[in-house]
């Protein structure tokens, strides 16, 4: 009987020794985590601003302000410092820092945060303890002459961390 048991363990030390070893491969997992969205602007509704009739020749860049009315609804923000951002096409026709208005070559809009001139596509910091300001103004290229008619222009309202 104990012939016969090491002829068994034999067998079965010779069969594992002969087996080829596992397959192995290196798995990578990849993924990217997002903050949460700071903030809620505007209760994720469109804002719309109405310049209203205007006369051409008053456009000079402080004629016709208007204040965006809009709502900021931070209160998932991690951080009280966030930054804000006016994304859109630039006039780059006769000045890149102001927000093109389609079909008009000499007319653009200027955006306006807490009173200070805000280039379109530039961030700036803001505290959100206090809703910033936005507003905007139609200026006009020197010298130049708008035809008459409506208007319409876009832009996205963008904020996120520093």
């Known amino acids: ?51 209203g009739d205007v006369q051409t020749a008053g456009i000079d860049g402080s004629y016709k302000t208007i204040t965006l009315e809009y709502t900021l609804d931070c209160s998932r923000s991690t951080s009280n410092e966030l930054r804000m951002q006016v994304r859109g096409t630039p006039a780059s026709a006769f000045n890149p820092a102001l927000l093109v208005v389609p079909g008009y070559d ?18 700036a910091d803001f505290d959100t303890r206090k809703q910033p300001v936005l507003q905007a103004v139609l200026v006009k290229r020197e010298n130049r002459e708008i035809k008459a008619g409506a208007f319409k222009a876009s832009a996205t309202l963008v904020v996120d961390y520093r």
Not at 17 to 33: F, H, P, R, W, Y
Not at 106 to 123: E, F, P
Request: proline share 4%.
């Open 106 to 123: 000499s007319l653009g809009i200027a955006l306006k945060k807490d009173g200070a001139r805000l280039a379109v596509n530039t961030w």
């Open 1 to 51: 009987m104990t012939v016969t048991r090491i002829a068994m363990l034999a067998v079965l030390l010779g069969s594992a020794s002969s087996t080829d070893a596992a397959e192995q491969q290196v798995v990578t997992i990849k993924g990217v985590v997002y903050a949460a969205i700071p903030c809620v602007i505007n209760k994720n509704a469109p804002i719309s601003a109405p310049f």
